[in-house]
């Protein structure tokens, strides 16, 4: 019986050993090798299994999705150190000035063309935090409710796409489609793809952000000693002209790199060079783009990179060894004697992922959990577009959330001190119930998520 459950123990030690603060990438090969050993030891593991281990690591080196990963990172991080949401922002808040709640509105629009250009959670919220946070306290808004709005704008960078969580979410839920497929005897010539996740993502992305916004036309309208109006001079008025302006260079970006994919023109990774190309081109008519910063940039781009791709290494080489020990047929036989099928199966992945998000990465639970569950969940007939859209709306909900949500960290490391941290944790809440909200409306009526990637493909 414990031979058994060695799977279990594996995904156990695996999560002990990062609460102890060791390196995800390597605490995956470890834990992996550790057992192996222990199973060829005593017999139950084949040492041959191994052997298969450095054709995995050719098929990551030669995989032409995950190219994409490096190319939207350097977009991301040039986008961010361009300063282009600074004008945007500015000019945003007094368009939107005398709307009730207008710096709000200003901060969630502003955030989620910087999430969809950047498509990094942390820089986000960082550079929203920097520029919007001592505005809108100057302006009255009460502090909770600011450092609330900063952070759930922030995390919109998981699911608006280009996102790299999409990326990276499209390329495990391909894999385990096709492994899916195997188990079930049937063969589907149309494989997901990353495309499908961005299109899919497209309508949750969109209405997550008009539902904050809703939000905060609410609050402003029955609760303005959170929100104070604040009247706009006439020489504050921005011209619609220097609005436009301030907004083409961003929304030319993402529609290059969305648009090239909606219409077939391009792939992820060719839409992500595009990208890349774009943000330089940028910044260098903004005249931000020196040698200096560009240097700075390739260095953080090389180090996020890597730390994705090793992360990526020491799990192939985990699920390998997980899946030696027969750890995919004890999930599979475990949710197969659930009560409720597939809708019990699917509530209590959603579950432990937004558990597993308070303290790890998206990172590693793309390339731990989903490898896991994933070949399980498709098999027992679960869409995969909407399972990916799914984990990704879920997986941003359980950043956003307190104590532990990554998205909190970012912004405490940037608020001023005056505002303690449990002010913060109050802020996200309403944001919290909100993204709850829209998992279940995406629950019970699937063609939001499903719907657009449908007339999609059927236009092609």
């Known amino acids: 019986m414990l031979i058994e459950l060695i799977p279990l123990w594996m995904f156990i030690a695996i999560c002990l050993f990062m609460l ?48 994409a990963v490096p190319l939207f990172v350097f977009m991301g991080t040039v986008l961010e150190k361009s300063r282009l949401a600074e004008d945007l922002l500015a000019n945003m808040t007094k368009a939107c000035g005398r709307l009730p709640g207008g710096l709000g509105l200003s901060v969630v629009m502003v955030g989620s063309l910087l999430a969809a250009s950047t498509g990094i959670v942390g820089a986000t919220v960082v550079t929203m935090g920097l520029m919007s946070l ?7 808004y009460a502090p909770d409710f600011a450092c609330g709005t900063i952070c759930a704008t922030g995390t919109l960078g998981q699911i608006i796409p280009p996102s790299i969580a999409l990326v990276l979410l499209g390329d495990v839920l391909s894999s385990a489609y096709q492994q899916a497929q195997l188990k079930m005897g049937v063969f589907n010539p149309k494989t997901l793809s990353v495309g499908d996740l961005f299109i899919a993502a497209i309508v949750p992305g969109l209405a997550l952000v008009v539902i904050y916004m809703l939000f905060v036309v609410f ?65 260098l008519f903004k005249k931000q783009l020196t040698w200096q910063r560009l240097r700075e940039v390739s260095r953080s781009t090389i180090q996020i990179t890597a730390m994705i791709f090793m992360i990526l290494i020491g799990a192939s080489l985990f699920s ?13 036989h475990f949710f197969n004697q659930l009560p409720g099928g597939v809708f019990t199966a699917v509530l209590l992945v959603m579950v432990a992922m937004f558990i597993l998000g308070f303290i790890l990465d998206f990172i590693e639970i793309i390339f731990v959990v989903v490898p896991i569950v994933g070949p399980v969940l498709l098999a027992m007939g679960v869409d995969p577009i909407w399972l990916g859209i799914m984990i990704a709306v879920n997986l941003q909900t359980s950043f956003l959330t307190p104590p532990f949500g990554f998205a909190l ?38 063609g939001l998520v499903t719907w657009l990637p449908e007339q999609i493909g059927m236009s092609k």
């Open 409 to 446: 960290f970012y912004l405490r490391g940037v608020a001023p001190a005056a505002i303690p941290t449990a002010a913060i944790y109050r802020g996200v809440i309403p944001f919290v119930m909100l993204q709850l909200l829209l998992l279940m409306l995406m629950a019970l009526w699937p």
């Open 219 to 283: 609050t402003a309208w029955f609760r303005p000693h959170i929100i104070p109006r604040v009247p706009v001079d006439t020489d504050e008025r921005v011209p619609v002209f220097k609005l436009v302006l301030s907004l083409l260079p961003v929304l030319l970006l993402i529609g290059l790199v969305l648009g090239s994919i909606l219409i077939g023109a391009a792939t992820p990774t060719e839409a992500a060079g595009v990208g890349a190309l774009g943000a330089c081109l940028l910044a």
């Open 320 to 332: 390998l060894v997980f899946r030696g020990f027969g750890g995919e047929e004890l999930v599979h």
């Open 20 to 67: 102890l603060g060791y390196p995800v990438a390597f605490t995956l090969a470890g834990v992996a090798l550790g057992f192996a050993g222990f199973g060829i030891v005593a017999g139950v593991f084949d040492a041959n299994l191994l052997k298969s281990f450095p054709t995995r690591l050719y098929g990551i080196m030669n995989n032409y999705t995950l190219v």
């Open 134 to 140: 001592p505005l809108m306290l100057k302006r009255g």
